[in-house]
C-alpha cells in the first residue's frame, strides 16, 4: 500500500494490489486504455482550437494571445521582438485561372517554408487569414530578424507549383518587416499605447507598400519609431513609406532613404 500510494502521487493513473483476478485485470487495462484515448482527444481539440486546418500554422486567436503577452512583457522588463506579414501576390487571380484546389495546394506549400524558415521554437509560424502569413520572431532584433526574413522571401519568389495538367506555375510573395525594441521602465506615451494592434497595423502597412510598388520585395521598418513618430497616425505611416520607397516611371527608386530587399 505505502508502494501504490508513491506511485499515485508520482503520476500513476491506475494501480494494482496483488492478488488480482483476470476480470479485474481487464477492467484496470479498459480504464488505462480509456484515459490514452481521452487525453489524444483532448490533444486533438487543443490543436484544433490553436492551429489552421489547411496549413497546421498556428491561428489568429493564437497569434493574438501570444503576440499580447509577449508586448505586455517587453513594456515591463524591456526586450526586442520582430514580425514577418507576407502575402501572395495576386493570389485571387491564381486561384481564377488554376481553381481552388491548387490555391490550397499553394497555400500548403507556402506554409512549408513558413515552418521550415523558423529558426528554433521561439519562432511562431501563423496563418493571419486568407494568403496572409506571419512568422514572430520573440526576442529577436528587427537587424537580426532582416536574413531570415529576406531569405524566406527569395525562397518563396524561386518556387513553382505544378498544376493538375501538369503546368508549373510561379508565385511570388512580398513583406513588411517590422521590430519593436523597449528599454525597462523606459515608457513614453506612444510606446504605452503601442499594442498589438498597432504593432499589426505598421507591419501591414509595411507589406502593403511593398505590394503597391513592385512586390516580389521586402520592406522593414521600425514599427515602434514610425508609429511614435507619426503620433500614432497610420495615414502618416503609409504617406511617409510611400515617399520612401516610390518609384519613377522607369521603375527605379526615387526619394529613398530606406532599405529595400
Known sequence: KVYAALAKKHGAKEILIMPITPAELHIAIDEVLQHRRDQAYLKGITELAVKDPLTGLYNRRYFDHV???????????????????CDIDDFKACNTQHGHDFGDEVLRGVASVVVNSCRTKE???????GEEMIILYIDTQLEHAKFPAKRFIDTLNAKRFRTASGEMVEISVSGGLGGISIKAGE???????FDRTAFCKVTNIALYVAKETGKRQLIP?????????????????????????????????????????
Open 123 to 129: 519562432d511562431i509560424p501563423v496563418r493571419y487569414g
Open 67 to 85: 503576440l499580447s503577452t509577449e508586448i505586455e512583457k517587453l513594456k515591463r522588463y524591456g526586450g526586442s521582438m520582430a514580425m514577418l506579414f
Open 221 to 261: 521598418l521600425n514599427a515602434l519609431e514610425f508609429y511614435r513618430r507619426s503620433e500614432g497616425d497610420y495615414k502618416a505611416i503609409k504617406q511617409t513609406l510611400r515617399g520612401l520607397y516610390s518609384t519613377s516611371s522607369e521603375g527605379q527608386p526615387v526619394s529613398f532613404t530606406g532599405t529595400r530587399y
Open 187 to 193: 515608457l513614453d506615451e506612444f510606446t504605452d499605447r
